[in-house]
């Protein structure tokens, strides 16, 4: 196919992981009330996976001038 290239997805998991922190971010408080390390060790898992997505999506694939 001559287009072959033009039509493969060019979209990696970097949706996946921005959702995935979001959801961790809103679910941390609530996951482990009676221990609260847990939600603070969920709350910054949410933000690592978050930052990384948004890393490969915006971050990353920008050329310098």
Not at 27 to 52: K, N
Not at 56 to 65: A, E, N, S
């Amino acid at each position: 196919m001559v287009h072959s290239e033009h039509n493969r997805s060019r979209s990696g998991g970097w949706f996946a992981l921005i959702i995935l922190g979001a959801i961790l971010l809103f679910l941390a408080p609530t996951i482990h009330p009676e221990e609260p390390e847990m939600g603070v060790a969920a709350f910054a898992a949410g933000l690592a996976i978050g930052g990384l997505g948004f890393f490969l999506r915006f971050v990353r694939g920008r050329k310098r001038d």
